[in-house]
C-alpha cells in the first residue's frame, strides 16, 4: 500500500520518521446521477445566479456568513495565515499522554495508519513499547491536506494507528436535548433486563455484523446486468484525485537516552507563563469573535 504522507513523529527531542496509511473504507454503495434519456452521468455546474453564466475556478472566492445574505471574502492567502500550524506540516506532534479509558468516543472521527518512514525502527519500536506496557495513548497535532487538527496516536497491532478527533466544539451539548423524567423500573424488570445483557454479551467481533445493505445492492445490480439492463452513456473525463506523496523525511536519531533524557529535564524546567500567554490570546480571539457576533446581531436588529 502506498503512503499519502511521509514527516514524523515528534516525541520531545526525539524525532521518529513515520508515513500514514489509509486505514478505512466508505464501502457504501453509491448511485451516480444520470440522464434517464441517454444513461450520461450528469456534471456539476459552477453557475452564478445572478449572472446567469458558468465560473471559471479563478473566479471563485470563499466566503463566510455573517449575516443573511452577507459575507466577507478570503483569499486563498488570507485562509493560510488563519491556520497557524508553526510550520508542522508534516510533523505528529505529540503533545500529551493519556488514558484511553477516558478518551470520550463521540470525538473520534476518521483512523489511519502509521507505519515506520526509514529501516531505523528504535524509536518506533520504543515508542510502540512504552505505550502498550503503560496502557496510554498520545494526544497529538497533525496537519492533514488544509488544516491542523488533534489526534491520538495508539499503538494497534504492530503498527499505531492515527485517530483524527472532533473539536470539543464540535459536539452539541446534551443539555441541548430535553429528556423527560422516567419512571423507575421495578427489582423485576432490573433483573430480566440483567439476564438479557448476560445473554447478549460476547466477544467484540465486527465481522459478525456485515453490511446488510450493501450486500443486498450488490446482489441486485448483479441481477440487473445478467438482465442486460445496463445503460452505456457517454462518460466525461474525471478528474485525477490521487494526491502526491507528500515528501519529507524525519531526522535519524543518533542517541535515543540522550534526547529522552534532554525532553524529560526540559519539561521539568519549562515554565507556566508561555503556556498562560497563549491561553490570554485564545481568550482574547474568542472576546473578539464574540464581540463580533454581537456587533453583527445588534445590526441585523437595527435594520429589522
Not at 489509509?22 to 441517454?38: D, G, I, Q, S, V
Request: proline share 5%; aromatic share 6%; glycine share 8%.
Amino acid at each position: 500500500m502506498r503512503s499519502f504522507w511521509s514527516g514524523e513523529i515528534a516525541f520531545g527531542l526525539v524525532t521518529i520518521p513515520a508515513k500514514l496509511y489509509t486505514a478505512t473504507r466508505n464501502l457504501t454503495p453509491r448511485f451516480n446521477l444520470l440522464h434517464k434519456e441517454c444513461g450520461t452521468p450528469i456534471v456539476t455546474v459552477r453557475r452564478c445566479p445572478k449572472h446567469q453564466r458558468d465560473l471559471a475556478w479563478e473566479e471563485i472566492g470563499k466566503g463566510y456568513q455573517v449575516s443573511k445574505g452577507e459575507y466577507v471574502l478570503f483569499t486563498p492567502e488570507e485562509l493560510a495565515k488563519l491556520d497557524d500550524d508553526d510550520g508542522a506540516s508534516s510533523t505528529v506532534e505529540i503533545v500529551e499522554f493519556v488514558d484511553p479509558g477516558e478518551v470520550d468516543l463521540a470525538y473520534l472521527e476518521r483512523s489511519y495508519w502509521v507505519g515506520p518512514g526509514g529501516k531505523n525502527l528504535r524509536g518506533y519500536d520504543l515508542l510502540h513499547r512504552v505505550l502498550a506496557q503503560t496502557n496510554r495513548v498520545a494526544l497529538a497535532k497533525v496537519r492533514l491536506r488544509t488544516r491542523t487538527r488533534m489526534a491520538l496516536l495508539r499503538p494497534r497491532g504492530r503498527l499505531f494507528a492515527l485517530d483524527m478527533l472532533r473539536f470539543a466544539e464540535e459536539l452539541v451539548p446534551a443539555d441541548e436535548i430535553e429528556v423527560p423524567e422516567a419512571k423507575a423500573a421495578s427489582p423485576r424488570e432490573t433483573q430480566l433486563a440483567m439476564h438479557l445483557v448476560g445473554e447478549l454479551s460476547g466477544a467484540s467481533d465486527p465481522e459478525k455484523h456485515p453490511d446488510a445493505y450493501r450486500t443486498a445492492v450488490l446482489s441486485a445490480v448483479d441481477e440487473k446486468v445478467e438482465a442486460g439492463e445496463v445503460r452505456r452513456g457517454e462518460r466525461p473525463a474525471e478528474e485525477d484525485e490521487v494526491e502526491a506523496a507528500r515528501k519529507g523525511g524525519g531526522a535519524q536519531v543518533v542517541d535515543l537516552s540522550t534526547l529522552l533524557a534532554r525532553s524529560l529535564k526540559g519539561s521539568n524546567d519549562r515554565e507556566p507563563a508561555p503556556r498562560a500567554k497563549r491561553a490570554r490570546a485564545t481568550r482574547t480571539k474568542g472576546e473578539l469573535v464574540k464581540a463580533g457576533r454581537s456587533t453583527t446581531a445588534k445590526k441585523r436588529r437595527k435594520t429589522g
